[in-house]
């Protein structure tokens, strides 16, 4: 599965950003997607999934409400539609690809990841 990132970019605070993630090299819906991020000096954190269907969605709590995951079988493609953008969204923003039997919210259930693309939210 190889998996491209793309739609980072520079925002400014209370805007928006959908950053996109194509797939290939596989049955795209034969595996869940999620999208981690990671900051400077942080560790790579949770921040939305979505099952092969698209019918499950998952969140980090403090993203509930701004964010929202969404997919496109036919188009091998996973969204992650980003709102009411704060500084602190501000990090490289990575799509990775479940294709374990379950949906996980765990970065370590995840058997590709794309390069990531840049998020930077200014105050």
């Known amino acids: 599965v190889q998996l491209q990132a793309s739609g980072g970019g520079l925002v400014q605070a209370g805007g928006f950003l959908r950053v996109s993630c194509a797939a290939s090299?596989?049955?795209?819906?034969?595996?869940?997607m999620g999208w981690f991020r990671q900051a400077p000096g942080k560790e790579r954190e949770f921040v939305a999934a979505?099952?092969?269907?698209?019918?499950?969605?998952y969140y980090a709590d403090s993203l509930k409400g701004r964010f929202t995951i969404s997919r496109d079988n036919a188009k091998n493609t996973v969204y992650l539609q980003m709102d009411s953008l704060k500084p602190e969204d501000t990090a490289v923003y990575y799509c990775?690809?479940?294709?374990?039997?379950?949906?996980?919210?765990?970065?370590?259930?995840?058997?590709?990841w794309g390069q990531g693309t840049q998020v930077t939210v200014s105050s």
């Open positions: 979505i099952s092969r269907s698209g019918g499950r969605t």
């Open positions: 090299g596989r049955a795209f819906s034969g595996y869940a």
């Open positions: 990775a690809a479940d294709l374990g039997l379950y949906d996980s919210t765990y970065f370590r259930d995840y058997d590709y």
